[in-house]
């Protein structure tokens, strides 16, 4: 079983796992969007912004996460044909999918398509 704790950001408390996972998907917001970005050392830019919002965006429409070629699809078609790429994917989350889901505030259960 895993274990949790709160974090109290900016004047609300947030249920978050020992590994720094939301634990309410429905409590994200950018606060504590931005502090888990902060916890894994990701500063926040337009391209991570977008990745973030489109991850969600699939979730709440799917009930299923986009994977990383989907996501980097996406930006590609978003910000030009260089930024659609996985190099870049992973230059904005390094450890991959995993990081994109949790600074999402997602589970990464219904890993998907």
């Given amino acids: 079983m895993t274990k949790s704790y709160y974090v109290q950001v900016k ?3 947030y249920l978050v796992t020992e590994d720094d996972h939301l ?3 429905g409590s994200w917001d950018t606060a504590i969007r931005d502090w ?3 916890k894994v050392g990701v500063v926040l830019s ?3 912004l977008a990745a973030i919002e489109f991850i969600r965006a699939v979730y709440d429409r799917r009930g299923q ?3 990383q070629r989907v996501i980097a699809a996406e930006l590609g078609a978003r910000f030009g044909p260089e930024k659609g790429t996985l190099r870049f994917f992973y230059s904005l989350f390094p450890r991959g999918v995993k990081q994109a889901f ?3 505030g997602l589970p ?3 890993f998907c398509f």
Avoid: F, R, W, Y
Wanted: aromatic fraction near 0%; avoid cysteine; glycine fraction near 10%.
């Fill in 46 to 48: 337009a391209e991570h």
């Fill in 65 to 67: 996460h986009p994977n």
């Fill in 11 to 13: 004047d609300k408390k």
């Fill in 102 to 104: 949790s600074i999402a």
């Fill in 36 to 38: 888990l970005a902060g």
């Fill in 23 to 25: 634990v309410h998907t």
């Fill in 108 to 110: 990464m259960q219904g």
